[in-house]
C-alpha cells in the first residue's frame, strides 16, 4: 500500500470523528482528502464522499436512535425534500455540466476546477457557521413551525449537497434548530439520518453512470470513517461540541481558501 493511501486511511478516521461529535464535517474532510491524497478525479470525489458519508452517518445515527436523540417526524419533513433534489441534482444538473466551462487562450476551467471551487465556497460558508456560536432567541420557541422555510430549506441543502457531494450538516442543524426547535444534542442525531439517506440516494444515482469504481478504496475509506464514528460518539461525552466546533470551523476555512488558491493561483 502507498504512503498517500496509508494517510488517506488515517484521515478518513477523522470524517466518523467529526459526524460523530458534531453531525457535520465529514464531506469537507472527505472530499479534498480523496482528492488531494489519494488523487480521485473530482467529479468522482463527490460520489465517493456520499457513499462514505451516507453510510458513516447511518451509522451514527443509529447510535443517536438508541440514546433517543433523533426526532423522526423532522427527519421526514426535513429529509424528503433535502433527498429529492439530491436525486435531481445528481441525474440531471451534474451531468449536464460541460467538460469545459470557460476556455479563454490558455485560461480553461474545467469542470473538475469548478467543482472544487464550488466546494471551497461551500467550505467557507460552512466554516462561518461553525465559527459563529448560534443563539437560540427563547421569543420565538412558541411560534409555530414554519413549514415552507423547512422545504425550501431542505431543497438549497439537496442542491448543494448534491453538487459538491457534501451531507449538508452545518446547514442542516441549524435549520433543525431555529426552524423545527429542536434541542442541539437531538439536531445532531436527526440530522445524520437525513445526511444519510440523502447521501446514499444521491450515490446509487451515480452508479448507473460510474459502474468503474475503485470499491476497495471505497470501502476501506468508509471502514475507516465508520471507526472514527465510534471514537467520536465516545468523546462527545467528554468534549464539548461548541468549543470543537468552533476549531473545526478555523480549519475548515483555512482548507477553503486552501483549495481556491491551489485551483485559481498555485
Same mark, same amino acid.
Given at each position: &500500500? ?6 488517506? $486511511? *488515517? ?21 479534498? =482528502?480523496?482528492?488531494? =491524497?489519494?488523487?480521485? +478525479?473530482?467529479?468522482?470525489? @463527490?460520489? $465517493? /464522499?456520499? #457513499? ?18 433523533? %426526532? #423522526?417526524?423532522?427527519? !421526514?419533513? *426535513?429529509? =424528503?425534500?433535502?433527498? =429529492? !433534489?439530491? *436525486? ?17 487562450? @490558455? ?6 476546477? #469548478? ?14 457557521? &461553525? ?8 421569543? +420565538? ?19 448543494? !449537497?448534491?453538487?459538491?457531494? !457534501? ?35 444521491? *450515490? ?5 453512470? @460510474?459502474?468503474?469504481? %475503485? ?6 475509506? @468508509? ?12 468523546? /462527545?461525552? $467528554?468534549?464539548?461540541? %461548541? ?11 483555512? &482548507? ?6 491551489? +485551483?485559481?493561483?498555485?
Amino acid at each position: &500500500m502507498e504512503i498517500s493511501s496509508i494517510i488517506g $486511511y *488515517f484521515l478518513a478516521v477523522l470524517v466518523g470523528i467529526s459526524l460523530g461529535l458534531i453531525g457535520s464535517g465529514g464531506s469537507i474532510l472527505s472530499v479534498p =482528502i480523496l482528492v488531494y =491524497i489519494m488523487h480521485v +478525479e473530482p467529479v468522482l470525489a @463527490t460520489g $465517493y /464522499s456520499l #457513499f462514505i458519508v451516507g453510510v458513516s452517518a447511518l451509522v451514527g445515527g443509529i447510535q443517536k436512535a438508541k440514546q433517543q436523540l433523533v %426526532d #423522526f417526524k423532522n427527519v !421526514a419533513l *426535513f429529509g =424528503i425534500p433535502t433527498i =429529492i !433534489a439530491v *436525486f435531481l441534482t445528481r441525474n440531471f444538473i451534474v451531468p449536464a455540466i460541460p467538460e469545459k466551462l470557460i476556455e479563454i487562450g @490558455t485560461f480553461v476551467v474545467t469542470k473538475s476546477v #469548478f467543482v472544487m471551487l464550488v466546494f471551497a465556497v461551500v467550505m467557507v460558508i460552512a466554516s462561518i457557521r &461553525m465559527i459563529k456560536p448560534m443563539q437560540h432567541k427563547e421569543s +420565538e420557541s412558541d411560534k409555530p413551525l414554519n413549514m415552507r422555510a423547512i422545504v425550501f430549506q431542505g431543497l438549497g441543502i439537496g442542491l448543494i !449537497a448534491g453538487f459538491v457531494g !457534501a451531507g449538508g450538516g452545518f446547514l442542516i442543524i441549524p435549520a433543525l434548530y431555529f426552524l423545527a426547535k429542536i434541542s442541539m444534542k437531538k439536531a445532531i442525531g436527526t440530522s445524520l439520518f437525513i445526511i444519510a439517506f440523502q447521501s446514499l440516494i444521491g *450515490f446509487i444515482g451515480d452508479l448507473n453512470r @460510474t459502474p468503474a469504481m %475503485d470499491w476497495n478504496l471505497l470501502l476501506g475509506f @468508509t471502514l475507516a470513517s465508520i471507526v472514527g464514528i465510534f471514537i467520536g460518539n465516545l468523546l /462527545s461525552k $467528554y468534549i464539548s461540541g %461548541d468549543k470543537l466546533k468552533t476549531s473545526f470551523g478555523w480549519f475548515v476555512l483555512l &482548507m477553503g481558501i486552501y483549495i481556491i488558491l491551489k +485551483e485559481v493561483v498555485l
